[in-house]
């Protein structure tokens, strides 16, 4: 006869003097009846589904009284069995923190059930070990960015095992608006879809920028399409709104269009005599974009925006400048800032600007289905 089945005999044999030692009073004798237990479960290749509800059963009963030290280096010890005892593995997920998070971050032996009500019922500390795991399912991230913290989603958002849907990925990029301590993260994730990842340009440092510029340059054509057909599903229907003289402007800037006059020169001359709706309702015409896009980037004085509407126009660099400069007029600075992204307008590459502009297009394109 084998091991395994001789083991099973005499443990599931053991059954009643098992549980009885289980309730030892002396903590000296159930840690080392849990000692025992511990190094016999895993000195035996395979067990018994019998025999493995005995092990969790006893185990259970016996580290429940134990210190935390105890039970933490207990989960340890069990974290990464895929034979681990079912009733064990449960009651040490909600344990306290320093005793779950080994099972809950690392054990495959919890059901995406068990690790929804663990995200349901517990704290963060509980649900940032279960957001590191190797592989995070759709159901369980979709529970972590409903009930987590922010530095929870963090979490989650930096392990490229987690797949979060549609609806997760936009809750976390709305919350990401609001904390810039998620800038990175939800910028960084590969799997974000794109049109959301475009979303972030706005409101995201240079750097992360950058990457959304590279990331929309190499992106598959096919994959682009699809991207800006999810976003245009997306879209708000209101942005606020429009200035008191936005119809006046719009009929002399359609005026002008009609009869050929509408030039990125005539933009620059709307800038320097203030009229600011005419040169926005003129920017968004020239970048084939909605007013309200265009209203944010010159509201924000946000020049390598509008260097990506100028690049993806291909207006020259001088036209560039010449509406940096007369943006930045309040600012001592002003020359040295335009020459600054004049120099960022030259490293812009057309191929980028033009891909990211098509996700700023989405508003327009959403609004005039």
């Known amino acids: ?195 959301l990842l475009n979303e972030m340009y706005f409101i995201v440092e240079a750097r992360l920028r950058h990457t959304i510029l590279e990331r929309n340059a190499r992106m598959d054509p096919a994959l682009l399409e699809s991207a800006l057909e999810a976003g245009r599903t997306r879209l708000a229907t209101q942005d606020g709104a429009l200035p008191a003289d936005y119809s006046e402007s719009l009929a002399y800037v359609e005026e002008l269009h009609a009869a050929g006059q509408l030039t990125p020169q005539m933009l620059a001359r709307f800038l320097r005599s203030g009229g600011r709706t005419c040169f926005l309702i003129a920017l968004a015409r ?23 509407v100028c690049r993806s126009a291909g207006l020259d660099r001088a036209l560039f400048l010449t509406y940096a400069v007369v943006l930045l007029n309040d600012d001592g600075d002003a020359m040295a800032k335009a020459h600054t992204y004049g120099r960022m307008y030259q490293e812009l590459a057309p191929d980028a600007a033009k891909r990211t502009l098509r996700f700023w297009r989405m508003r327009r394109e959403a609004k005039a289905a």
Not at 286 to 308: E, G, N, Y
Request: glycine letters at 2%.
């Open 1 to 195: 006869m084998t091991q395994p089945a001789t083991t099973d005999i005499a443990v599931e044999t053991r059954l009643p003097d098992l549980i009885a030692m289980a309730q030892e009073p002396s903590s000296e004798k159930r840690r080392a009846l849990l000692r025992e237990l511990t190094e016999v479960f895993f000195g035996t290749e395979t067990h018994s589904g019998t025999e493995t509800d005995l092990y969790g059963t006893v185990l259970a009963e016996l580290s429940a009284e134990m210190e935390t030290a105890v039970r933490a280096e207990l989960a340890r010890r069990f974290a990464d069995s895929p034979a681990a005892p079912r009733t064990l593995i449960r009651r040490l997920a909600h344990d306290e923190a320093e005793v779950a998070t080994p099972v809950l971050s690392a054990s495959p032996v919890l059901t995406d059930a068990d690790l929804i009500e663990v995200a349901r019922t517990r704290g963060q500390d509980h649900l940032r070990a279960v957001s590191t795991r190797k592989d995070v399912s759709e159901a369980v991230a979709d529970a972590i960015v409903d009930h987590g913290d922010d530095e929870t989603l963090h979490s989650l958002l930096s392990n490229e095992g987690a797949r979060l849907s549609r609806e997760a990925s936009e809750k976390a990029v709305e919350r990401a608006r609001t904390n810039p301590a998620l800038h990175a993260a939800t910028v960084e994730r590969k799997s974000l879809p794109p049109d």
């Open 286 to 308: 020239l970048a084939d974009i909605d007013f309200h896009t265009a209203r944010q980037i010159i509201d924000r004085k946000d020049l390598d925006a509008l260097a990506v």
